[in-house]
């Protein structure tokens, strides 16, 4: 029997559909085109009532302006920095996200790579590997005690505050830097606020970043940024590549003022097998070596919250399509 909608997810989503069809099945057809690039889109999303999109390519204006019928773009995630949400609501489609589907890993995640890095845990890992060093504390050093250090948090919204209660309960001394939120935030949460960028970076032995993608934060850490931290310090990006100049955090390394640093998001993801980034990562004879850890974008991830997306962006399609009131529109 024919089902009166069509829903399309365009990437990183491959049969089986399970969770999808469990939520839309009774009423759309869905289907999975696993590309790569938008480009390969053309000719397959223009009669979708709903889109679903990751995060493998930008959805931009081109695709946006072919849709015939679409009533919503839903993107099964946090970061809605991939499509042009001023082009769909120039065309009247809202673009939904689900916010909360990973808090709780993404800050474990911040957390823990933080942790393991400040404790030395980390490079000490590193060159043991390599044979380098005696089996004793005397290459890591200094290690100072963490309880009381500043642990800094640019952007204190959902991840940001459950990576706040993760540090308190470590010891560290909580600060946060966030423009939009409420007087309060601090005192509810318990930690402190400061209301310049500059000073929470010159004051934290720890910084880590969980804001989103905007033109204001794009490039927000670059080398000034980071000279403003204090030597030996830390710094934790698991909120986009486009937020910090990595080449800057690999310089810094290199330099021996940023002590270490924990990437989980670069500008290009996958990045270029002879990106700068790679390549400082990779090679034991670069100073950055064993004072980076990186990550595939893979902070968000546990199998629970994988079906939790997946689920919850079916049932925003499934509002959509049933003239329910939407839960989360982003644009
Ligand atoms: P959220 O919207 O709940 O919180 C973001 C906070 O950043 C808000 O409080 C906002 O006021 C603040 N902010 C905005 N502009 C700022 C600026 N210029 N300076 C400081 N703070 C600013 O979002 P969230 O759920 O906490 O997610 C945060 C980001 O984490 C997402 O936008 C996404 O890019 C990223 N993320 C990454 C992964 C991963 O796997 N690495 C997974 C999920 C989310």
Redesign the pocket.
Known sequence: MTKPYRVVITDLIVEPLTFERKVLGEIAEVVALDVLSEAELVGRIEEADAIMVYHYFRFTKASIDRLQRCKVIVRP?????GIDIGAARARGIPVCNV??Y??E??AD?AVAMAVSLARGSHFLNSRLKRGIGAWNVDQALPVPRLRGRRFGI?????????AALRAKAFGFDVAF?????KDGVDKALGIAREMS?ARLLATSHIVS??????Q??RN?IGEREIAGMPKGSFLIN???GG?VDTLAVIDALAKGHLAGAAI??LEKEPPEVDSPVLAAWRNPDHPAHDRLLLNP?????CDEGCEEFRTKGSLEVLRALTGEPLRNVVN
């Open positions: 995630g946090v970061g809605y920095d916010p909360d990973g808090t890993e993404v995640s640019i952007g204190c919204g959902r991840i940001g505050t459950a830097y966030d423009p939009y939120l960028l970043l969980h804001c989103p993608l905007t204001e934060t927000l698991t909120s986009r937020v989980d998001v974008h893979t902070a968000f991830y």
